[in-house]
Each structure stands twice: as structure tokens, then as C-alpha cells.
């Protein structure tokens, strides 16, 4: 094992154990000037801006280290040399993702780049040139045919990555396969490889789903029993749907409702709240506790299945989720969201925990714009789900729900504090007042522009077109965006992705209802 890597896998066995602090660079951070104000932002188009980034993503970002080059993109970028750091500075990382490997450092990751794919797909819609969906179809073909384990899976996930400067398949924690929070690209997948797509669900059916009887799953492929996130099931369930509509065969709904049943079953009787993890007991809080990793990735995956199948089952239990949520997660008075609610709907107070795996419950109200990729703690996602869900569903309670969260995301915007009292406290006194992720503001600018195309109410693209410019006036450099204001990073676990497709998205909302042509979800 290299020195690198061995202080890779030390650095991460520290971040997994409670109450161990490894010191991250956010003191002093240097910040990279954009060159452009808020006031000239609007010099350009945003269409523009999206193009230049990802011409430059497609020009410098793919894999050119170590002896086999190949289209995969590479999950970090120096901005100022383009190229993919193989020792990457440590900045926010444990508080971004409390594991280096979930970065893909020195490498890649399909996984976590599918917002980017998504974005490429838009800008070849939009646009009528065909090079960036062709890019992203070669880069997912890449994953799909070159890298794959046994068990049939792709090599990706959040414990898994590519290292270009050593030509291999690595990972972290035992390199599982693991479904998390991603929203995965099936249809654009299919369009590569229908069989590659067909072994892979075939495989998170076979390795993921522990319990063929009652639906429990494990986020992690290794067929043993294990954690059985609500963030997890939904997108398991949403790739069975998915297979369904490919193949016909009955099976692969009968599995999505499986899964869809296993949560519902665990719902409290009079409140329809249900826990994150049912298999976790009493003594975790996730095993016991509500949250909005619930609203945001079960519910997600809920509805999309519903729109695949119309299977009313998936509608309706998300439509019950979210106003349950709406109905005890939401504080009218002080107009703002709890974090965690106990089954019985009572809101959990603050303040929070710092220190041991209790630390990660969002005690005390949401924070909007805390760090964390991959808690339990997901504000925008949800706003943008219920948007979804009045789309979907039609249910005036749905966009009630909305306009709630609307409102709260208006009252503590621009970003710039996140919740003191917290294990990421750091991150809190010396980024979050430079501004935030580039997912956050672009999935923000995406769920104003849904909410513009739902309500007709212009102020909800003003709001969106505010937040692009600051995102543009913070992120951008010589071309390209930063994952955040204080990081000399193109990431992928920063969502620049979902910030290149919201600007598209904008684009075309001011062009005047050309919108339409690419879909206002943004995930």
C-alpha cells in the first residue's frame, strides 16, 4: 500500500469513529475571485455559462492519468489547473462528506456525477447539439461495461471510486456497492445499455433486498441484513418500477411494492409518521424518529414510481408522508420546519448533540444550509418534492406544503449562517458565512422555477434568478464552478451538476415558457 493511500484509509478509519476530530482547512479559507459582480451576471446567458463549464469538464475532466486513459469523469478539478488532484486538500471534508473516499479522490465515480450527466443530457435538448449527450452516454457506457464487480454491480456508490493514477477499482469500509441518495439516471442508462441496466437492478434486487418476504432492505449490496435507510428504499423501489416498464414483467412491480410496503407497515397508526430505519429499534433515532431524508428520497422515489406505473399505492403513500410532515414538521408561528419528529408528531427540541452517532439527528429546527452530503438533514430536496408531489398528485394540502417551505427558505436566505450548536460547528463560523453548495443553490433556483411553472407567481422565478446570481457571482472561475465559495474545487459530491442543469433550467424560463422542453426536477 502507497503512503497516500495509506493515509487515506487512516484518515477514514479516524472520520467513522464517535467522538474523534480530524482537523479540516476551513480557517482562513482562500477565496478565489469570480471576476463578476451580482450586478453583471446578467452580461450573459445562463445558457451560456452552463456550455463553457461543461465544454471545459469535457475537455479537461475525463480520465488522462496513469497508463489507461478512458471517458470516465474525474470527481475533483483544480480550477486554476483543470486538473484532477491525486493528493486533494483536506478543506471541508469532514463535515462535506465525513469519509474521503466518498469524494473519489484521485479518481472517479458515476455515482455522484449523474447530476452532471443530467445537465449535459438538458444542454443537448436545449441546444439541438448532440456532443454533450453523446459525451455523457460514452462516460455511463464506461461504468456500465469496464467496471463491474462480480455480483453484476457497477462500480460505484458512496464506498466505492476509480483511481486514475493507479488504474484501479478502490474503495473504503469494505468497497460495498451501496444505493444512497442519489437520483439514478435509468431512462439516459437504458438508452447505453439495457442489459448493463437489467444486470445491475437484477443485482440490487438479489444483494439489497435482504428479506425477499417482507421487503427489508440494506443500503449496502452485500446480502446481509443491515441499514435500511427510507433513502435507500426509495430508489430501490423507483429501479424496480423502472424495470418494469422495460420488461413487462409483473415480478419487478410486485418488488416495488414490496419495498414500498415495508415502510408503510411501519407507519404510526394515528400520524402516518414513520421511522428511517424500521429494523434500527428503539435505541437509534433513526429507528424511532421521522425525518427529511423521508420526504426527500422516499417520497421522491415513491412518486416516480407512481409515474411509471400508475400504481396508485405509490402516490398515496407519499401524498401521506408529505402532509404529515407539513401537518407536524412545520412550526406556523415561527415559520420554519423541526429537524426530527417523533412517531407520535411531537417535534424533537434542540439543542443538539454533539458528539457520537447522536449528533447526526437534526435536533431542534432544519438547518437549510448545513453541510453534510449524506445525513438525515435535507431541506431543499424536500421543498423540491413537494412541488413534485402537487404536480403529481394535484392536492392543494401538496402545494400548501410548498409554498410553507417557500417561505422558510425566503426567511434565511442569502446563506450565509448554518446551526452553531452542531458537530459542524467549524464549517458554521468560517465557510457558511461566504455563501453555500453549489446543489444547494442550484436545487433551490430549480424548485422556484417549479413553483413559477405551478403558480404562474412571478416572484418565484425572481427568487430563482436572485440565486443564480449570487451562485454564479460566487462559484464561477475562469470558465468553471466551484463546488463552494471557499474551495478551489470543481467536486461532484458539491453538486455542480444540479447547479448546470438549474441554469439551464432558468435559461430557458426566461426565454419565455421555453421551459417545457426539459423537466423542471432537478435530481
Same mark, same amino acid.
Given at each position: 500500500?502507497?503512503?497516500?493511500?495509506?493515509?487515506?484509509?487512516?484518515?477514514? %478509519?479516524?472520520?467513522?469513529?464517535?467522538? !474523534?476530530?480530524?482537523?479540516?482547512?476551513?480557517?482562513?479559507?482562500?477565496?478565489?475571485?469570480?471576476?463578476?459582480?451580482?450586478?453583471?451576471?446578467?452580461?450573459?446567458?445562463?445558457?451560456?455559462?452552463?456550455?463553457?463549464?461543461?465544454?471545459?469538464?469535457?475537455?479537461?475532466g475525463t480520465d488522462r492519468y496513469g497508463k489507461?486513459?478512458?471517458?470516465?469523469?474525474?470527481?475533483?478539478?483544480?480550477?486554476?489547473?483543470?486538473?484532477?488532484?491525486?493528493?486533494?486538500?483536506?478543506?471541508?471534508?469532514?463535515?462535506?462528506?465525513?469519509?474521503?473516499?466518498?469524494?473519489?479522490?484521485?479518481?472517479?465515480?458515476?455515482?455522484?456525477?449523474?447530476?452532471?450527466?443530467?445537465?449535459?443530457?438538458?444542454?443537448?435538448?436545449?441546444?439541438?447539439?448532440?456532443?454533450?449527450?453523446?459525451?455523457?452516454?460514452?462516460?455511463?457506457?464506461?461504468?456500465?461495461?469496464?467496471?463491474?464487480?462480480?455480483?453484476?454491480?457497477?462500480?460505484?456508490?458512496?464506498?466505492?471510486?476509480?483511481?486514475? &493514477?493507479?488504474?484501479?477499482?478502490?474503495?473504503?469500509?469494505?468497497?460495498?456497492?451501496?444505493?444512497?441518495?442519489?437520483?439514478?439516471?435509468?431512462?439516459?442508462?437504458?438508452?447505453?445499455?439495457?442489459e448493463a441496466v437489467t444486470r445491475e437492478i437484477?443485482?440490487?434486487?438479489?444483494?439489497?433486498?435482504?428479506?425477499?418476504?417482507?421487503?427489508?432492505?440494506?443500503?449496502?449490496?452485500?446480502?446481509?441484513?443491515?441499514?435500511?435507510?427510507?433513502?435507500?428504499?426509495?430508489?430501490?423501489?423507483?429501479?424496480?418500477?423502472?424495470?418494469?416498464?422495460?420488461?413487462?414483467?409483473?415480478?419487478? %412491480?410486485?418488488?416495488?411494492?414490496?419495498?414500498?410496503?415495508?415502510?408503510?407497515?411501519?407507519?404510526?397508526?394515528?400520524?402516518? %409518521? !414513520?421511522?428511517?430505519?424500521?429494523?434500527?429499534?428503539?435505541?437509534?433515532?433513526?429507528?424511532?424518529?421521522?425525518?427529511?431524508?423521508?420526504?426527500?428520497?422516499?417520497?421522491?422515489?415513491?412518486?416516480?414510481?407512481?409515474?411509471?406505473?400508475?400504481?396508485?399505492?405509490?402516490?398515496?403513500?407519499?401524498?401521506?408522508?408529505?402532509?404529515?410532515?407539513?401537518?407536524?414538521?412545520?412550526?406556523?408561528?415561527?415559520?420554519?420546519?423541526?429537524?426530527?419528529?417523533?412517531?407520535?408528531?411531537?417535534?424533537?427540541?434542540?439543542?443538539? !448533540?454533539?458528539?457520537?452517532?447522536?449528533?447526526?439527528?437534526?435536533?431542534? &429546527?432544519?438547518?437549510?444550509?448545513?453541510?453534510?452530503?449524506?445525513? &438525515?438533514?435535507?431541506?431543499?430536496?424536500?421543498?423540491?418534492?413537494?412541488? &413534485?408531489?402537487?404536480?403529481?398528485?394535484?392536492?392543494?394540502?401538496?402545494?400548501?406544503?410548498?409554498?410553507?417551505?417557500?417561505?422558510?427558505?425566503?426567511? !434565511?436566505?442569502?446563506?450565509?449562517?448554518?446551526?452553531?450548536?452542531?458537530?459542524?460547528?467549524?464549517?458554521?463560523?468560517?465557510?457558511?458565512?461566504?455563501?453555500?453548495?453549489?446543489?444547494?443553490?442550484?436545487?433551490?433556483?430549480?424548485?422556484?422555477?417549479?413553483?413559477?411553472?405551478?403558480?404562474?407567481?412571478?416572484?418565484?422565478?425572481?427568487?430563482?434568478?436572485?440565486?443564480?446570481?449570487?451562485?454564479?457571482?460566487?462559484?464561477?472561475?475562469?470558465?468553471?464552478?466551484?463546488?463552494?465559495?471557499?474551495?478551489?474545487?470543481?467536486?461532484?459530491?458539491?453538486?455542480?451538476?444540479?447547479?448546470?442543469?438549474?441554469?439551464?433550467?432558468?435559461?430557458?424560463?426566461?426565454?419565455?415558457?421555453?421551459?417545457?422542453?426539459?423537466?423542471?426536477?432537478?435530481?
Amino acid at each position: 500500500m502507497g503512503r497516500r493511500h495509506a493515509g487515506f484509509l487512516l484518515l477514514g %478509519l479516524l472520520l467513522s469513529r464517535p467522538g !474523534v476530530t480530524v482537523r479540516a482547512d476551513t480557517a482562513n479559507p482562500e477565496i478565489l475571485p469570480s471576476g463578476i459582480t451580482v450586478e453583471d451576471v446578467e452580461d450573459r446567458s445562463y445558457l451560456d455559462y452552463a456550455r463553457e463549464c461543461v465544454h471545459l469538464v469535457i475537455r479537461h475532466g475525463t480520465d488522462r492519468y496513469g497508463k489507461v486513459h478512458s471517458p470516465l469523469l474525474m470527481n475533483i478539478l483544480d480550477v486554476r489547473s483543470r486538473a484532477c488532484p491525486e493528493d486533494p486538500l483536506v478543506l471541508d471534508e469532514p463535515y462535506r462528506v465525513t469519509r474521503r473516499g466518498r469524494r473519489g479522490p484521485a479518481g472517479g465515480n458515476l455515482y455522484p456525477d449523474q447530476p452532471t450527466l443530467r445537465a449535459m443530457f438538458a444542454l443537448s435538448r436545449v441546444t439541438g447539439d448532440p456532443r454533450y449527450a453523446d459525451f455523457a452516454r460514452k462516460c455511463a457506457g464506461h461504468t456500465m461495461t469496464h467496471l463491474v464487480d462480480e455480483k453484476g454491480f457497477f462500480w460505484w456508490g458512496w464506498h466505492r471510486h476509480y483511481d486514475a &493514477y493507479r488504474d484501479e477499482m478502490t474503495g473504503h469500509s469494505g468497497n460495498h456497492h451501496e444505493i444512497h441518495i442519489q437520483s439514478i439516471l435509468w431512462p439516459e442508462l437504458w438508452e447505453a445499455s439495457p442489459e448493463a441496466v437489467t444486470r445491475e437492478i437484477e443485482a440490487i434486487w438479489q444483494w439489497h433486498i435482504i428479506d425477499k418476504a417482507t421487503g427489508e432492505c440494506n443500503r449496502h449490496g452485500d446480502g446481509q441484513r443491515g441499514c435500511d435507510f427510507a433513502m435507500s428504499g426509495g430508489e430501490m423501489l423507483n429501479a424496480f418500477a423502472f424495470l418494469h416498464t422495460k420488461t413487462g414483467d409483473p415480478a419487478w %412491480l410486485d418488488r416495488a411494492r414490496l419495498v414500498a410496503d415495508y415502510y408503510w407497515n411501519a407507519r404510526h397508526p394515528d400520524t402516518d %409518521l !414513520v421511522p428511517n430505519r424500521p429494523n434500527a429499534g428503539q435505541d437509534r433515532f433513526d429507528g424511532s424518529h421521522f425525518d427529511t431524508s423521508i420526504t426527500a428520497f422516499l417520497c421522491r422515489g415513491l412518486l416516480q414510481a407512481f409515474e411509471l406505473t400508475d400504481e396508485p399505492r405509490f402516490r398515496d403513500q407519499a401524498v401521506a408522508y408529505l402532509k404529515a410532515f407539513d401537518r407536524y414538521g412545520y412550526d406556523r408561528e415561527a415559520g420554519r420546519f423541526w429537524g426530527s419528529l417523533n412517531l407520535d408528531g411531537t417535534p424533537v427540541p434542540g439543542p443538539r !448533540v454533539v458528539g457520537g452517532y447522536q449528533q447526526y439527528e437534526p435536533r431542534g &429546527y432544519l438547518d437549510m444550509w448545513e453541510p453534510y452530503v449524506a445525513g &438525515y438533514e435535507n431541506p431543499i430536496y424536500t421543498a423540491q418534492v413537494y412541488a &413534485y408531489a402537487y404536480q403529481v398528485a394535484g392536492d392543494r394540502e401538496l402545494l400548501d406544503g410548498a409554498r410553507h417551505w417557500a417561505d422558510a427558505i425566503r426567511r !434565511v436566505y442569502p446563506p450565509r449562517a448554518c446551526e452553531e450548536q452542531s458537530w459542524y460547528g467549524p464549517y458554521a463560523k468560517d465557510w457558511a458565512p461566504h455563501g453555500t453548495y453549489a446543489d444547494l443553490y442550484g436545487r433551490t433556483i430549480s424548485f422556484f422555477l417549479h413553483m413559477h411553472r405551478l403558480t404562474g407567481e412571478v416572484e418565484h422565478q425572481q427568487f430563482a434568478r436572485e440565486v443564480a446570481k449570487e451562485a454564479v457571482s460566487k462559484l464561477y472561475y475562469q470558465g468553471m464552478f466551484r463546488g463552494h465559495p471557499c474551495k478551489p474545487y470543481h467536486e461532484a459530491v458539491d453538486g455542480v451538476g444540479y447547479l448546470l442543469y438549474a441554469l439551464v433550467q432558468l435559461d430557458q424560463s426566461l426565454a419565455g415558457g421555453g421551459d417545457e422542453g426539459i423537466s423542471p426536477l432537478n435530481w
